[in-house]
């Protein structure tokens, strides 16, 4: 059997927290509309939920893992690959060569934040605002 997606599990909570029956006291078709609209609006928050976690998601940067002329391993963000070849190109003796650009994170032997990790802490955090 298929596993009910989250919005199936919300709508079959609502109705074991709101039988139908306890509309009635507004008349059958005010009741049906009542729980029409409460529904319709359940739809509505949860798919304006996704909306806003999907677009949070897409913001998420993306990250390269590099390597210096020294062999050293980076992470750097995708759209800085470009500034990172100008970056090697500087001859080793000078000044300029020797401090690695800011955005450029040393990963030899350190973990480093996958995707998933990224998603997640992303969801987490629009959880919280919620």
Request: net charge negative; charged share 40%; proline share 5%.
């Amino acid at each position: 059997m298929k596993e009910p997606t989250t919005l199936e599990k919300i709508e079959r909570e609502f109705d074991e927290k709101f039988p139908f029956s306890e509309f009635f006291v507004y008349g059958r078709d005010d009741a049906i509309k009542l729980k029409e609209s409460i529904r319709d609006f359940l739809h509505t928050s949860y798919n304006t939920m996704l909306d806003e976690a999907v677009e949070r998601i897409e913001k998420i940067e993306a990250f390269i893992a590099v390597k210096d002329n020294d062999t050293h391993r980076y992470q750097i963000p995708a759209s800085k690959f470009d500034e990172w070849n100008k970056f090697l190109e500087i001859p080793e003796d000078d000044e300029r060569a020797w401090d690695v650009p800011e955005w450029a994170e040393r990963i030899d032997g350190m973990p480093v934040k996958s995707v998933k990790e990224q998603v997640l802490s992303t969801l987490q955090e629009l959880k919280s605002e919620i």
